[in-house]
């Protein structure tokens, strides 16, 4: 970690010292998005506990950065965000908040308008979210309880999923009058974790936890989007962006520059 820190210094010191890095464009960015990925669940702690499911979520991220002149791009979002995965006992969570925050760097840029520009760019995302699902606990020694194979009660459980989710970019960004179309590959991470608690009830004296961890189940991915400038100054643009394989999401948003 200190080595990336200083890393990181480094690098902007470097950028601050050229006279074109000297030139700070605030902006923001509001916008809404709907996304789903597949994810993988399992508890190395307990046998046999591993599944499978699709999550899906409706976002609204609001984005606050200072382009660094023309080079590198930093920005905190915010916003709130749901989250339902039908295979984990039809878990469906309302919004919360959520926060995070990036960094792009524009590894090249042609030296007239219109021309491509390359850049890299890494993100993180985080939230929180509750529900309180049904869920079947073995019920073997307890009266009353059904033969097997079907011996398990049904019992309420509350369940908080962390889910912390991590993104690099590699691409590219065109320029053709009013818009600006670009695109590339993306890796991502999945860094979850999934905390399932009953209390004891009629049926069960003792209370049931589990923490398993919840990853991707694919980190490659593409993503395409565009900018539409609204105005000469181009301070006011609407944006679209795509993103297919590792998470299929669309969002939309309004950018305005200062």
Same mark, same amino acid.
């Given at each position: 970690m200190n080595a990336v820190l200083s890393a990181t210094v480094v690098l902007l010191s470097l950028l601050f010292w050229t006279?074109? @890095? #000297?030139?700070?464009e605030?902006?923001?960015?509001?916008?809404?998005?709907?996304?789903? #990925?597949?994810?993988? !669940?399992?508890?190395?702690?307990? @046998?046999g506990f591993k599944f499978k499911g699709a999550a899906g979520s409706t976002r609204l991220?609001?984005? @606050?950065?200072? !382009?660094?002149?023309?080079?590198?791009n930093l920005y905190l979002q915010g916003g709130g965000a749901d989250?339902?995965?039908d295979e984990f006992n039809n878990y469906d969570a309302p919004m919360k908040g959520m926060y995070g925050g990036g960094l792009r760097i524009n590894l090249y840029r042609a030296p007239y308008r219109d021309g491509p520009t390359l850049f890299v760019e890494g993100n993180a995302l985080r939230f929180t979210a509750d529900d309180q699902v049904e869920i079947e606990r073995d019920c073997t020694g307890i009266a009353g309880c059904p033969a097997s194979p079907d011996n398990f009660f049904p019992t309420l459980a509350d369940e908080t999923i962390q889910w912390n989710e991590?993104?690099?970019l590699l691409g590219a960004r065109g320029r053709y009058f009013d818009v600006a179309p670009y695109g590339g590959i993306r890796l991502s991470r999945l860094d979850g974790k999934d905390r399932l608690h009953a209390a004891a009830d009629a049926n069960f004296t003792t209370e049931f936890l589990?923490?398993?961890?919840?990853?991707?189940?694919?980190?490659?991915?593409?993503?395409?989007g565009l900018d539409l400038f609204?105005? %000469?100054?181009?301070?006011? &643009?609407?944006?679209? !962006?795509?993103?297919l394989i590792d998470q299929d999401?669309?969002? &939309? &948003?309004? #950018? %305005?520059a200062f």
């Open positions: 006279s074109e @890095a #000297r030139a700070v605030p902006y923001i960015q509001i916008g809404v998005g709907a996304f789903s #990925r597949d994810i993988i !669940e399992e508890d190395p702690a307990i @046998a991220i609001a984005k @606050a950065g200072l !382009e660094v002149g023309g080079v590198l989250l339902s995965i991590y993104t690099v589990a923490n398993p961890d919840i990853k991707e189940d694919d980190n490659f991915g593409i993503f395409f609204m105005d %000469r100054s181009e301070k006011t &643009a609407l944006n679209f !962006e795509v993103s999401s669309f969002q &939309a &948003a309004i #950018r %305005r």
